[in-house]
């Protein structure tokens, strides 16, 4: 599935010139696959939208006991400290002159956690201004879903 989304994302990323890393072998999740594509589809379409040309997107999924760990890395603007708390509610956008923005509703990561939560996940980020930011997506799996 994050296979899936990078191909559909890989025009973005080759004309924005962004590198892509993907570690991850065959992991199947549990849960309702349309609602976690949802979840790689913003998380991978921020992490664009927040990363200058030639910058570098890294996508990591593994397996640590009854979990499965998805982490979306770049190495794009980040976020404020200060901010880093509001960004999963509703409309928030940390760059209000995005607001007029079409495709940009704040809405994103709400619905991401949401999903995330309904799945009995969790959803952190770590982000570092100038330096980039890291979406981890932990969700609960078991050993057999793992190819
Ligand atoms: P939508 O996802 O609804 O199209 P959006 O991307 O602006 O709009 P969210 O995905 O909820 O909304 O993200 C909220 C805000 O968090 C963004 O507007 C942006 O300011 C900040 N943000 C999210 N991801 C990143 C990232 N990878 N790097 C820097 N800032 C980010
Ligand atoms: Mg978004």
Redesign the pocket.
């Known amino acids: 599935q994050l296979r899936q989304v990078i191909q559909i994302m890989e025009w973005h990323l080759t004309e924005k010139e962004l590198a892509v890393r993907l570690h991850a072998g065959e992991i199947r999740l549990t849960g309702d696959s349309n609602l976690l594509y949802q979840v790689w589809m ?2 991978v ?3 664009i ?3 200058p040309a030639g910058g570098t997107l890294s996508i990591a999924a593994h397996v640590e006991g009854q979990q499965c760990i998805v982490t ?1 890395t ?1 190495n ?4 404020p400290a200060e ?1 880093l708390p509001m ?9 209000q002159s ?1 607001s007029r ?1 079409p ?10 956690q949401k999903i995330v939560q309904a799945h009995g996940g969790t959803i952190e ?1 770590t ?1 570092t201004v100038g330096e ?2 890291t ?1 981890t997506v932990t969700l609960p799996c078991h050993p057999n879903d793992i190819d």
Not at 103 to 112: D, W
Request: charge should be neutral; avoid cysteine; proline fraction near 0%.
């Open positions: 913003n998380l379409t921020n992490a939208k927040y990363t979306v770049d794009g603007a980040g976020i901010q960004i999963f509610d509703r409309f928030y956008k940390v760059d995005r923005e495709g940009s509703s704040g809405l994103g990561l709400a619905i991401a980020v982000s980039g930011t979406f």
